[in-house]
T-cell receptor, first 114, second 114 residues
Framework: DQQVKQNSPSLSVQEGRISILNCDYTNSMFDYFLWYKKYPAEGPTFLISISSIKDKNEDGRFTVFLNKSAKHLSLHIVPSQPGDSAVYFC?????????????FGTGTRLKVLA | SAVISQKPSRDICQRGTSLTIQCQVDSQVTMMFWYRQQPGQSLTLIATANQGSEATYESGFVIDKFPISRPNLTFSTLTVSNMSPEDSSIYLCSGYLGKYNEQFFGPGTRLTVL
């Protein structure tokens, strides 16, 4: 059974410090891992993705790390800003058996304190 | 990127009625998806909307309950049929662009069934 777990429902971080959001998966049949950010009353917004053949991808303040042996994914935000306060979802996805599918975690609510 | 709009943004419906949600993308996308996010839970894929053919449903979701149409590459509808309070949820559509293997989401439709 495919599962993506975010074991921390919430996280608080001081402005300017690093935010680390974690995600574990059970089995990966997919090519990509992704992070989304969601503000209240809005749809999720794509942040960053990483191919399953890589272990790091960086885009500005956002870096995603993939540890395949541990089946663990993390998102680092440096420096954290109050506008980063949102719910963050990790997901795995890609093509399988001719169709595209995405499995999302339950989300972590990040609060960046000014 | 693509901009996705959904109508209605929210609705309150009576048990036993049906609601059709519309999803419009401002550019052609290869794939469109429908998700449900129940309170406090993750995004769960309902189905992949296929242009010109029947949607592909995930386990636990059936066409009689969630009929889907996709007449072209920029538009899709999801109907929630014979609603019960358990159908109260946020319904989201998304389009797949594939540049980073990501999807773009609409703002969601918040459905409350009394």
């Amino acid at each position: 059974d495919q599962q993506v777990k975010q074991n921390s429902p919430s996280l608080s971080v001081q402005e300017g410090r690093i935010s680390i959001l974690n995600c574990d998966y059970t089995n990966s049949m997919f090519d990509y891992f992704l992070w989304y950010k969601k503000y209240p009353a809005e749809g999720p917004t794509f942040l960053i993705s990483i191919s399953s053949i890589k272990d790091k991808n960086e885009d500005g303040r956002f870096t995603v790390f993939l540890n395949k042996s541990a089946k663990h994914l993390s998102l680092h935000i440096v420096p954290s800003q109050p506008g980063d306060s949102a719910v963050y979802f990790c997901a795995e996805g890609g093509s399988t058996s001719g169709t595209y599918k995405y499995i999302f975690g339950t989300g972590t609510r990040l609060k960046v304190l000014a | 990127s693509a901009v996705i709009s959904q109508k209605p943004s929210r609705d309150i419906c009576q048990r036993g009625t049906s609601l059709t949600i519309q999803c419009q993308v401002d550019s052609q996308v290869t794939m469109m998806f429908w998700y449900r996010q129940q309170p406090g839970q993750s995004l769960t894929l309902i189905a992949t909307a296929n242009q010109g053919s029947e949607a592909t449903y995930e386990s636990g979701f059936v066409i009689d309950k969630f009929p889907i149409s996709r007449p072209n590459l920029t538009f899709s509808t999801l109907t929630v049929s014979n609603m019960s309070p358990e159908d109260s949820s946020i319904y989201l559509c998304s389009g797949y662009l594939g540049k980073y293997n990501e999807q773009f989401f609409g703002p969601g439709t918040r459905l409350t069934v009394l």
